[in-house]
Protein backbone atom coordinates (compact mmCIF):
# COMPACT_ATOMS: atom_id res chain seq x y z
CA UNK A 1 0.00 0.00 0.00
CA UNK A 2 1.42 2.80 -1.10
CA UNK A 3 0.87 5.98 1.81
CA UNK A 4 2.04 9.78 0.39
CA UNK A 5 1.70 12.94 2.68
CA UNK A 6 2.25 15.97 1.38
CA UNK A 7 2.90 18.99 3.71
CA UNK A 8 1.09 17.96 6.14
CA UNK A 9 0.42 20.55 8.87
CA UNK A 10 -2.07 20.49 11.94
CA UNK A 11 -2.93 23.30 14.42
CA UNK A 12 -4.99 23.41 17.57
CA UNK A 13 -6.05 26.83 18.74
CA UNK A 14 -2.88 28.53 16.96
CA UNK A 15 -1.05 25.68 18.93
CA UNK A 16 1.13 23.98 16.04
CA UNK A 17 1.28 20.12 16.56
CA UNK A 18 2.81 19.23 13.03
CA UNK A 19 4.52 21.06 10.38
CA UNK A 20 5.07 20.28 7.36
CA UNK A 21 5.16 16.41 7.23
CA UNK A 22 5.96 14.96 4.02
CA UNK A 23 6.15 11.62 2.92
CA UNK A 24 5.86 8.86 0.22
CA UNK A 25 6.61 5.48 0.41
CA UNK A 26 5.43 1.93 0.66
CA UNK A 27 3.57 1.29 3.95
CA UNK A 28 4.16 -2.78 5.64
CA UNK A 29 5.19 -2.41 9.05
CA UNK A 30 6.01 1.17 9.75
CA UNK A 31 6.59 2.55 13.33
CA UNK A 32 6.04 6.29 14.36
CA UNK A 33 8.80 7.10 17.51
CA UNK A 34 9.35 10.60 19.19
CA UNK A 35 9.30 11.83 22.61
CA UNK A 36 5.60 12.64 24.12
CA UNK A 37 3.93 16.10 22.70
CA UNK A 38 5.79 15.39 19.56
CA UNK A 39 2.86 15.05 17.18
CA UNK A 40 2.68 11.21 16.46
CA UNK A 41 -1.01 10.43 17.72
CA UNK A 42 -1.98 13.13 15.82
CA UNK A 43 -0.41 12.48 12.73
CA UNK A 44 -1.84 8.92 13.05
CA UNK A 45 -5.40 10.21 13.37
CA UNK A 46 -4.93 12.12 10.27
CA UNK A 47 -3.91 9.17 8.38
CA UNK A 48 -6.81 7.50 9.73
CA UNK A 49 -9.11 9.89 8.75
CA UNK A 50 -10.41 11.03 12.59
CA UNK A 51 -8.74 14.40 12.15
CA UNK A 52 -8.55 16.47 8.95
CA UNK A 53 -5.11 18.28 8.77
CA UNK A 54 -4.76 22.04 8.83
CA UNK A 55 -2.92 21.98 5.96
CA UNK A 56 -1.73 19.24 2.85
CA UNK A 57 -3.50 16.26 1.48
CA UNK A 58 -2.91 12.56 2.22
CA UNK A 59 -3.03 10.17 -0.58
CA UNK A 60 -3.13 6.25 -0.33
CA UNK A 61 -2.46 4.65 -3.16
CA UNK A 62 -2.42 7.24 -5.84
CA UNK A 63 -6.13 9.12 -4.53
CA UNK A 64 -6.38 11.61 -2.06
CA UNK A 65 -8.25 11.10 0.82
CA UNK A 66 -11.34 13.70 1.12
CA UNK A 67 -12.40 14.88 4.28
CA UNK A 68 -15.49 15.83 3.96
CA UNK A 69 -17.79 14.69 6.34
CA UNK A 70 -19.82 12.32 4.36
CA UNK A 71 -16.90 10.88 2.56
CA UNK A 72 -15.00 9.85 5.59
CA UNK A 73 -16.72 6.93 6.86
CA UNK A 74 -15.83 5.11 3.64
CA UNK A 75 -12.70 5.95 4.01
CA UNK A 76 -12.15 4.86 7.64
CA UNK A 77 -14.02 1.41 7.08
CA UNK A 78 -11.21 0.62 4.72
CA UNK A 79 -8.94 0.85 7.96
CA UNK A 80 -8.74 -0.90 11.02
CA UNK A 81 -7.90 1.58 13.95
CA UNK A 82 -6.40 0.33 17.87
CA UNK A 83 -7.15 2.74 20.76
CA UNK A 84 -4.66 2.92 23.56
CA UNK A 85 -7.60 2.19 25.62
CA UNK A 86 -11.17 1.78 25.87
CA UNK A 87 -11.52 1.51 22.24
CA UNK A 88 -14.11 -1.00 22.42
CA UNK A 89 -17.80 -0.26 22.70
CA UNK A 90 -18.82 -0.58 26.57
CA UNK A 91 -22.19 -1.96 25.53
CA UNK A 92 -21.26 -5.14 23.89
CA UNK A 93 -19.77 -8.32 24.28
CA UNK A 94 -16.40 -9.04 22.67
CA UNK A 95 -18.15 -10.88 20.15
CA UNK A 96 -20.44 -8.31 19.15
CA UNK A 97 -17.92 -5.52 19.02
CA UNK A 98 -16.28 -7.75 16.38
CA UNK A 99 -19.41 -8.47 14.58
CA UNK A 100 -21.51 -5.31 14.78
CA UNK A 101 -19.46 -3.25 12.45
CA UNK A 102 -19.28 -5.76 9.85
CA UNK A 103 -23.07 -5.93 9.65
CA UNK A 104 -23.50 -2.54 9.82
CA UNK A 105 -20.41 -1.37 7.75
CA UNK A 106 -19.57 -4.02 5.37
CA UNK A 107 -23.27 -5.31 4.78
CA UNK A 108 -22.18 -9.23 6.28
CA UNK A 109 -24.98 -11.00 6.90
CA UNK A 110 -25.73 -11.65 10.95
CA UNK A 111 -24.88 -15.30 10.50
CA UNK A 112 -21.33 -15.05 8.48
CA UNK A 113 -19.88 -11.36 10.85
CA UNK A 114 -20.58 -13.79 13.71
CA UNK A 115 -18.82 -17.11 12.29
CA UNK A 116 -15.72 -14.60 11.47
CA UNK A 117 -16.40 -13.45 15.00
CA UNK A 118 -15.94 -16.69 16.15
CA UNK A 119 -12.76 -17.65 13.85
CA UNK A 120 -10.95 -14.34 14.91
CA UNK A 121 -11.97 -15.14 18.85
CA UNK A 122 -10.30 -18.22 18.46
CA UNK A 123 -7.10 -16.88 16.77
CA UNK A 124 -6.70 -14.27 19.17
CA UNK A 125 -7.14 -16.73 22.63
CA UNK A 126 -10.49 -14.91 23.64
CA UNK A 127 -12.63 -18.35 23.21
CA UNK A 128 -13.60 -18.53 26.50
CA UNK A 129 -13.94 -14.32 26.59
CA UNK A 130 -16.17 -13.92 23.51
CA UNK A 131 -19.44 -13.26 25.32
CA UNK A 132 -17.95 -10.96 27.99
CA UNK A 133 -17.74 -7.19 28.19
CA UNK A 134 -15.12 -5.28 27.58
CA UNK A 135 -15.43 -4.37 31.56
CA UNK A 136 -15.03 -8.06 32.21
CA UNK A 137 -11.64 -8.07 30.08
CA UNK A 138 -8.36 -7.70 31.18
CA UNK A 139 -6.01 -5.03 29.88
CA UNK A 140 -4.33 -7.61 27.49
CA UNK A 141 -7.74 -9.64 26.35
CA UNK A 142 -9.41 -5.90 25.90
CA UNK A 143 -6.24 -4.93 23.14
CA UNK A 144 -6.62 -8.52 21.87
CA UNK A 145 -10.03 -8.17 20.61
CA UNK A 146 -9.81 -4.61 19.45
CA UNK A 147 -7.21 -6.21 17.18
CA UNK A 148 -9.70 -8.68 16.23
CA UNK A 149 -12.02 -6.24 15.46
CA UNK A 150 -9.63 -3.87 13.54
CA UNK A 151 -8.66 -6.61 11.50
CA UNK A 152 -12.24 -8.40 11.00
CA UNK A 153 -12.75 -6.75 7.47
CA UNK A 154 -9.55 -7.26 6.20
CA UNK A 155 -8.48 -3.73 6.06
CA UNK A 156 -5.77 -2.21 3.58
CA UNK A 157 -3.48 -0.84 6.58
CA UNK A 158 -4.16 -1.46 10.26
CA UNK A 159 -3.33 1.88 12.57
CA UNK A 160 -2.22 1.30 16.46
CA UNK A 161 -2.18 3.81 18.53
CA UNK A 162 -0.10 3.58 21.40
CA UNK A 163 -2.00 -0.78 21.96
CA UNK A 164 0.32 -1.12 24.85
CA UNK A 165 0.55 2.00 26.47
CA UNK A 166 -1.77 1.36 29.26
CA UNK A 167 -0.93 -2.03 29.79
CA UNK A 168 1.25 -3.92 32.06
CA UNK A 169 4.53 -5.37 30.88
CA UNK A 170 3.09 -8.63 30.80
CA UNK A 171 0.22 -7.79 28.66
CA UNK A 172 2.47 -5.57 26.73
CA UNK A 173 4.75 -8.37 25.63
CA UNK A 174 1.03 -10.43 25.00
CA UNK A 175 -0.41 -7.81 22.85
CA UNK A 176 3.16 -6.79 20.81
CA UNK A 177 3.68 -10.74 20.12
CA UNK A 178 0.09 -10.34 18.47
CA UNK A 179 0.50 -7.53 16.34
CA UNK A 180 4.21 -9.50 15.27
CA UNK A 181 2.01 -12.45 14.25
CA UNK A 182 -0.29 -10.30 11.95
CA UNK A 183 2.78 -8.71 10.35
CA UNK A 184 4.17 -11.71 9.78
CA UNK A 185 1.03 -12.69 7.59
CA UNK A 186 1.00 -10.20 5.62
CA UNK A 187 -1.15 -7.14 7.54
CA UNK A 188 0.37 -3.68 6.77
CA UNK A 189 0.30 -1.56 9.93
CA UNK A 190 1.26 1.50 11.24
CA UNK A 191 2.07 1.75 14.96
CA UNK A 192 2.88 4.61 17.32
CA UNK A 193 4.66 3.24 20.52
CA UNK A 194 7.48 3.74 22.68
CA UNK A 195 8.24 -0.25 22.71
CA UNK A 196 11.72 0.48 20.89
CA UNK A 197 12.43 -3.17 20.78
CA UNK A 198 9.00 -3.88 19.15
CA UNK A 199 10.10 -0.90 16.53
CA UNK A 200 13.98 -1.92 15.87
CA UNK A 201 13.05 -5.93 15.33
CA UNK A 202 9.11 -6.04 14.01
CA UNK A 203 9.05 -3.13 12.21
CA UNK A 204 10.77 -2.60 8.67
CA UNK A 205 10.73 1.31 8.99
CA UNK A 206 10.72 3.73 11.08
CA UNK A 207 9.41 7.42 11.53
CA UNK A 208 11.17 9.94 13.75
CA UNK A 209 8.95 12.80 14.83
CA UNK A 210 10.33 15.70 17.21
CA UNK A 211 8.28 19.05 18.35
CA UNK A 212 6.03 17.96 15.15
CA UNK A 213 8.85 17.75 12.16
CA UNK A 214 9.55 14.98 10.53
CA UNK A 215 13.32 14.30 11.44
CA UNK A 216 14.14 11.13 10.20
CA UNK A 217 12.47 8.64 8.28
CA UNK A 218 13.92 5.07 7.16
CA UNK A 219 14.69 1.19 7.54
CA UNK A 220 14.45 0.74 11.35
CA UNK A 221 17.65 -0.85 11.30
CA UNK A 222 19.48 2.22 9.94
CA UNK A 223 17.82 4.45 11.74
CA UNK A 224 18.92 2.59 15.22
CA UNK A 225 22.44 1.78 14.26
CA UNK A 226 22.66 5.05 12.44
CA UNK A 227 20.79 8.08 13.77
CA UNK A 228 21.59 10.84 11.67
CA UNK A 229 20.21 13.56 14.10
CA UNK A 230 21.13 14.78 17.23
CA UNK A 231 17.83 14.29 18.51
CA UNK A 232 17.07 11.33 17.39
CA UNK A 233 20.98 10.05 19.16
CA UNK A 234 19.26 11.42 22.42
CA UNK A 235 16.31 10.30 21.97
CA UNK A 236 17.73 6.30 21.45
CA UNK A 237 19.96 6.69 24.17
CA UNK A 238 18.00 8.06 26.96
CA UNK A 239 16.00 5.45 26.30
CA UNK A 240 18.53 2.61 26.15
CA UNK A 241 19.66 4.35 29.74
CA UNK A 242 18.00 2.06 31.72
CA UNK A 243 18.55 -1.13 29.86
CA UNK A 244 19.04 -4.19 31.79
CA UNK B 1 -19.22 -8.26 79.73
CA UNK B 2 -17.54 -6.37 77.33
CA UNK B 3 -17.51 -9.39 75.12
CA UNK B 4 -21.53 -9.80 74.87
CA UNK B 5 -21.85 -5.87 74.41
CA UNK B 6 -19.66 -6.03 71.24
CA UNK B 7 -21.68 -9.26 70.02
CA UNK B 8 -25.28 -7.12 70.27
CA UNK B 9 -23.27 -4.17 68.58
CA UNK B 10 -22.41 -6.19 66.34
CA UNK B 11 -26.14 -7.33 64.99
CA UNK B 12 -26.73 -3.19 64.49
CA UNK B 13 -23.56 -2.98 62.47
CA UNK B 14 -22.70 -3.71 58.60
CA UNK B 15 -19.73 -6.56 57.44
CA UNK B 16 -16.51 -4.27 56.51
CA UNK B 17 -16.82 -6.00 53.26
CA UNK B 18 -19.98 -7.41 51.26
CA UNK B 19 -23.56 -7.56 51.47
CA UNK B 20 -25.25 -7.65 54.02
CA UNK B 21 -26.66 -10.47 55.37
CA UNK B 22 -30.55 -11.37 54.37
CA UNK B 23 -31.83 -11.96 57.94
CA UNK B 24 -30.35 -9.52 59.30
CA UNK B 25 -31.09 -6.88 56.63
CA UNK B 26 -34.45 -7.51 57.49
CA UNK B 27 -34.74 -7.12 60.90
CA UNK B 28 -32.62 -3.89 61.22
CA UNK B 29 -35.30 -2.73 58.86
CA UNK B 30 -37.91 -3.89 60.84
CA UNK B 31 -36.62 -2.25 63.64
CA UNK B 32 -36.08 1.27 61.87
CA UNK B 33 -40.49 0.76 60.91
CA UNK B 34 -41.27 0.05 64.19
CA UNK B 35 -39.16 3.13 65.39
CA UNK B 36 -41.04 5.30 62.96
CA UNK B 37 -44.71 3.92 63.29
CA UNK B 38 -43.45 4.45 67.61
CA UNK B 39 -42.88 8.08 66.94
CA UNK B 40 -45.61 8.86 64.75
CA UNK B 41 -47.98 6.82 67.62
CA UNK B 42 -46.67 8.99 70.19
CA UNK B 43 -47.47 12.12 68.67
CA UNK B 44 -50.65 11.23 67.54
CA UNK B 45 -51.57 9.90 71.13
CA UNK B 46 -50.11 13.60 72.31
CA UNK B 47 -52.60 15.60 70.76
CA UNK B 48 -55.28 12.76 71.24
CA UNK B 49 -56.22 11.97 67.78
CA UNK B 50 -58.14 9.14 67.17
CA UNK B 51 -58.40 8.07 63.18
CA UNK B 52 -62.17 7.27 61.82
CA UNK B 53 -61.83 6.16 58.23
CA UNK B 54 -65.64 5.68 58.11
CA UNK B 55 -65.68 8.21 55.43
CA UNK B 56 -64.10 5.46 52.55
CA UNK B 57 -67.21 4.40 52.33
CA UNK B 58 -69.08 6.73 51.40
CA UNK B 59 -65.82 8.79 48.95
CA UNK B 60 -63.90 5.56 47.90
CA UNK B 61 -65.08 6.10 44.11
CA UNK B 62 -64.13 9.53 44.25
CA UNK B 63 -60.73 8.51 45.93
CA UNK B 64 -60.36 6.06 43.05
CA UNK B 65 -60.98 8.29 40.54
CA UNK B 66 -58.57 10.65 41.59
CA UNK B 67 -56.29 7.65 42.03
CA UNK B 68 -56.71 6.77 38.30
CA UNK B 69 -56.36 10.57 36.86
CA UNK B 70 -52.80 10.76 39.01
CA UNK B 71 -51.81 7.99 37.35
CA UNK B 72 -53.03 9.03 33.73
CA UNK B 73 -51.40 12.59 34.65
CA UNK B 74 -48.45 11.76 35.43
CA UNK B 75 -47.89 8.83 32.59
CA UNK B 76 -49.15 11.38 29.73
CA UNK B 77 -46.62 13.59 31.08
CA UNK B 78 -43.70 11.19 31.37
CA UNK B 79 -44.28 10.51 27.76
CA UNK B 80 -44.71 14.14 26.40
CA UNK B 81 -41.85 15.95 29.13
CA UNK B 82 -39.79 13.10 27.55
CA UNK B 83 -39.98 13.44 23.74
CA UNK B 84 -39.78 17.01 25.01
CA UNK B 85 -36.36 16.80 27.30
CA UNK B 86 -34.71 14.97 24.47
CA UNK B 87 -35.82 17.84 21.77
CA UNK B 88 -34.65 20.12 24.15
CA UNK B 89 -31.32 18.55 24.94
CA UNK B 90 -30.10 18.05 21.39
CA UNK B 91 -31.45 21.64 21.14
CA UNK B 92 -28.56 22.54 23.71
CA UNK B 93 -26.27 21.76 21.57
CA UNK B 94 -26.93 22.81 17.96
CA UNK B 95 -25.31 24.94 16.19
CA UNK B 96 -28.15 27.15 15.14
CA UNK B 97 -27.62 29.68 18.02
CA UNK B 98 -31.18 31.27 18.62
CA UNK B 99 -32.21 27.58 19.07
CA UNK B 100 -29.90 27.03 21.76
CA UNK B 101 -30.02 29.91 23.66
CA UNK B 102 -34.11 29.27 23.60
CA UNK B 103 -33.08 25.46 25.27
CA UNK B 104 -31.12 26.98 27.41
CA UNK B 105 -33.44 30.08 29.15
CA UNK B 106 -36.49 27.52 28.96
CA UNK B 107 -33.68 25.28 30.76
CA UNK B 108 -32.87 27.98 33.12
CA UNK B 109 -36.34 29.46 33.99
CA UNK B 110 -38.65 25.88 34.47
CA UNK B 111 -35.61 25.04 36.90
CA UNK B 112 -35.20 28.24 38.35
CA UNK B 113 -38.75 28.72 39.44
CA UNK B 114 -41.33 26.91 41.96
CA UNK B 115 -43.70 24.65 40.06
CA UNK B 116 -46.67 26.75 42.15
CA UNK B 117 -45.86 30.22 40.04
CA UNK B 118 -45.52 28.07 37.12
CA UNK B 119 -49.19 26.04 36.89
CA UNK B 120 -50.87 29.66 38.15
CA UNK B 121 -48.85 32.09 35.12
CA UNK B 122 -49.52 29.27 32.07
CA UNK B 123 -52.72 28.79 33.51
CA UNK B 124 -54.23 31.72 34.03
CA UNK B 125 -52.54 34.09 31.10
CA UNK B 126 -51.24 31.46 28.86
CA UNK B 127 -54.54 28.68 28.70
CA UNK B 128 -56.77 31.51 29.10
CA UNK B 129 -54.83 33.79 26.23
CA UNK B 130 -54.91 30.43 23.97
CA UNK B 131 -58.49 28.89 25.14
CA UNK B 132 -56.95 25.52 26.67
CA UNK B 133 -60.03 25.31 29.22
CA UNK B 134 -59.82 21.62 29.48
CA UNK B 135 -57.97 21.53 32.92
CA UNK B 136 -56.85 17.97 32.13
CA UNK B 137 -55.02 18.96 29.06
CA UNK B 138 -53.83 22.01 30.52
CA UNK B 139 -52.32 19.96 33.49
CA UNK B 140 -50.80 17.60 31.53
CA UNK B 141 -49.23 20.54 29.34
CA UNK B 142 -48.00 22.50 32.45
CA UNK B 143 -46.13 19.46 34.09
CA UNK B 144 -44.94 18.30 30.79
CA UNK B 145 -43.09 21.56 30.62
CA UNK B 146 -41.91 21.35 33.97
CA UNK B 147 -40.52 17.95 33.90
CA UNK B 148 -39.34 18.73 30.50
CA UNK B 149 -36.56 20.78 31.67
CA UNK B 150 -35.23 18.59 34.40
CA UNK B 151 -35.31 15.46 32.02
CA UNK B 152 -33.48 17.14 29.27
CA UNK B 153 -30.95 17.72 31.96
CA UNK B 154 -30.32 14.29 32.65
CA UNK B 155 -30.57 13.36 29.44
CA UNK B 156 -27.56 16.52 28.72
CA UNK B 157 -25.62 14.41 31.32
CA UNK B 158 -26.08 11.47 30.17
CA UNK B 159 -24.77 12.54 26.49
CA UNK B 160 -21.52 14.27 28.43
CA UNK B 161 -20.54 11.18 30.37
CA UNK B 162 -20.01 9.25 27.28
CA UNK B 163 -16.42 8.66 26.89
CA UNK B 164 -15.11 10.79 24.12
CA UNK B 165 -13.15 7.35 22.91
CA UNK B 166 -16.58 5.73 22.20
CA UNK B 167 -18.06 8.31 19.82
CA UNK B 168 -14.06 7.92 17.94
CA UNK B 169 -14.25 4.15 18.01
CA UNK B 170 -17.30 4.53 16.38
CA UNK B 171 -16.17 6.64 13.95
CA UNK B 172 -12.73 4.45 13.15
CA UNK B 173 -15.11 1.19 12.37
CA UNK B 174 -16.90 3.22 9.52
CA UNK B 175 -20.14 4.41 11.37
CA UNK B 176 -21.92 7.16 9.68
CA UNK B 177 -23.21 9.69 12.48
CA UNK B 178 -26.95 8.10 11.98
CA UNK B 179 -25.16 4.64 12.82
CA UNK B 180 -23.10 6.24 15.53
CA UNK B 181 -26.28 7.62 17.42
CA UNK B 182 -27.98 4.58 16.60
CA UNK B 183 -25.54 1.46 17.47
CA UNK B 184 -23.46 3.80 20.04
CA UNK B 185 -24.78 6.26 21.60
CA UNK B 186 -28.52 5.39 22.21
CA UNK B 187 -27.90 2.24 23.89
CA UNK B 188 -24.93 3.67 26.12
CA UNK B 189 -27.55 6.55 27.05
CA UNK B 190 -30.46 4.79 27.74
CA UNK B 191 -28.33 2.60 29.76
CA UNK B 192 -27.04 5.86 31.84
CA UNK B 193 -30.06 7.81 32.34
CA UNK B 194 -32.33 5.03 32.97
CA UNK B 195 -31.57 5.22 36.46
CA UNK B 196 -32.31 8.82 36.93
CA UNK B 197 -35.07 8.83 34.39
CA UNK B 198 -37.62 6.42 36.71
CA UNK B 199 -36.61 8.13 39.25
CA UNK B 200 -38.03 11.56 37.54
CA UNK B 201 -41.45 9.44 36.99
CA UNK B 202 -41.64 9.68 40.96
CA UNK B 203 -41.08 13.11 40.73
CA UNK B 204 -44.00 13.50 38.43
CA UNK B 205 -46.36 11.62 40.14
CA UNK B 206 -45.21 13.66 43.66
CA UNK B 207 -45.79 17.23 41.61
CA UNK B 208 -48.75 15.95 39.58
CA UNK B 209 -50.34 17.01 42.96
CA UNK B 210 -49.53 20.77 42.72
CA UNK B 211 -52.36 20.55 39.80
CA UNK B 212 -54.52 20.52 42.38
CA UNK B 213 -54.43 24.10 42.60
CA UNK B 214 -56.21 24.82 39.13
CA UNK B 215 -58.78 22.28 40.47
CA UNK B 216 -57.74 19.46 38.25
CA UNK B 217 -59.45 16.42 40.29
CA UNK B 218 -56.21 13.92 40.88
CA UNK B 219 -55.80 12.42 44.24
CA UNK B 220 -54.98 15.00 46.37
CA UNK B 221 -57.65 17.45 44.92
CA UNK B 222 -59.80 14.79 45.34
CA UNK B 223 -58.68 14.05 49.63
CA UNK B 224 -58.39 17.61 49.62
CA UNK B 225 -62.29 18.44 48.92
CA UNK B 226 -63.02 15.61 51.06
CA UNK B 227 -61.28 16.37 54.35
CA UNK B 228 -63.49 19.95 53.88
CA UNK B 229 -66.33 18.29 53.88
CA UNK B 230 -65.88 14.98 56.22
CA UNK B 231 -63.23 17.04 58.17
CA UNK B 232 -61.26 14.45 58.64
CA UNK B 233 -58.10 16.29 57.88
CA UNK B 234 -55.52 13.73 59.26
CA UNK B 235 -57.25 10.33 58.08
CA UNK B 236 -56.96 12.19 54.44
CA UNK B 237 -53.73 13.22 54.23
CA UNK B 238 -52.27 9.78 55.67
CA UNK B 239 -54.38 7.88 52.85
CA UNK B 240 -52.75 10.00 50.28
CA UNK B 241 -49.73 10.04 51.95
CA UNK B 242 -49.76 5.92 51.68
CA UNK B 243 -51.25 5.85 48.20
CA UNK B 244 -48.47 8.06 46.66
CA UNK B 245 -45.98 5.66 48.25
CA UNK B 246 -48.04 3.17 46.53
CA UNK B 247 -46.98 4.73 43.31
CA UNK B 248 -43.61 5.77 44.23
CA UNK B 249 -41.97 2.94 45.83
CA UNK B 250 -42.20 0.39 42.96
CA UNK B 251 -40.50 3.20 40.66
CA UNK B 252 -37.92 3.89 43.25
CA UNK B 253 -37.35 0.26 43.12
CA UNK B 254 -36.88 -0.45 39.88
CA UNK B 255 -34.91 2.61 39.10
CA UNK B 256 -32.44 0.53 41.65
CA UNK B 257 -32.86 -2.50 39.70
CA UNK B 258 -31.92 -0.67 36.60
CA UNK B 259 -28.69 1.12 38.10
CA UNK B 260 -27.63 -2.59 39.19
CA UNK B 261 -28.27 -4.31 36.12
CA UNK B 262 -27.02 -1.94 33.57
CA UNK B 263 -23.99 -1.00 35.75
CA UNK B 264 -21.43 -2.66 33.23
CA UNK B 265 -18.71 -0.34 34.66
CA UNK B 266 -18.41 -2.87 37.36
CA UNK B 267 -16.98 -6.53 36.58
CA UNK B 268 -19.81 -9.03 37.59
Known sequence: MHLRLENISKHFNGTEVLRQVCLADEIGKLAIVGPSGSGKTT??????????????????????V????NKLPHYRAGLGYVFQQNGLFHHLSARKNIALPLQVVHGVSEEESLERAQLLLERF???????????????GQQQRAALARAIAASPKLVLLDEPTS???PEYTNEVLDVI????KTGIRFIIVTHEMGFARHACDNLLFLYGGELLEYGTSSALFENPRTLQLQRFLSKLLEWRV | MVERLKYIAGFFLAPKAGPVP????????????????????LSLSAISVTFNFSFLDFYGKRIWDGFVLTIQLSASSLIISLILGALVAAGQSTRILPLRYLCDVYVKIIRGTPLIVQIYLFFYIIGTAWGIDNRFIA???????????????IIRGGYLSLDSTQLEAACSVGFTKKQTLRYVVLPQMITRTLPALTGQFANVIKDSSLLSIIAVIEMTQALREISATTFQLFECYLLLGALYLCLTLPITFASRLFEKRFNYALKT
Open chain 1, 125 to 139: GLVHEGDKLPAQLSG
Open chain 2, 22 to 41: HLKGALNYLLVCVIIIFLFW
Open chain 1, 43 to 64: LLRIIGGLLQPSEGHVFVDGSR
Open chain 2, 139 to 153: GVFILSIFEGAYIAE
Open chain 1, 166 to 168: ALD
Open chain 1, 180 to 183: NDLG
Open chain 1, 66 to 69: DYSE
